[in-house]
């Protein structure tokens, strides 16, 4: 059974940063590309980042330079450092494995003075 936990999220103000990191199981952790998602109130889902199997790192335009992904194989973690981060980037952020269609609970990131 497929299970992601994501944590991490919180208050910061303009400008700050948080790490967002997300537990996987119930797969073969290694051979999946795994996505950073977010929600917005009142918007849909959207994509943020995603880090193939292999490493290869992808981002939407908003968060290149700002955002990092990454992964642990030995510890079945994906992560998300965010960097500079604006009112713009709040919403709940979600993980996911592409190859299938399961979802974590989401961690909540507020971006406020």
């Known amino acids: 059974q497929v299970q992601l936990v994501e944590s991490g999220g919180g208050l910061v103000q303009p400008g700050g940063s948080l790490r967002l990191s997300c537990a996987a199981s119930g797969i073969i952790f290694s051979a999946n590309a795994m996505g950073w998602y977010r929600q917005a109130p009142g918007k849909q889902r959207e994509w943020v980042a995603s880090?193939?199997?292999?490493?290869?790192?992808y981002y939407e335009d908003s968060v290149k330079g700002r955002f990092t992904i990454s992964r642990d194989n030995a510890k079945d973690m994906v992560y998300l450092q965010m960097n500079s981060l604006k009112p713009e980037d709040t919403g709940v952020y979600y993980c996911k494995i592409f190859s299938r269609l399961e979802w974590g609970q989401g961690t909540q990131v507020t971006v406020s003075s």
């Open positions: 880090i193939s199997s292999a490493g290869n790192l």
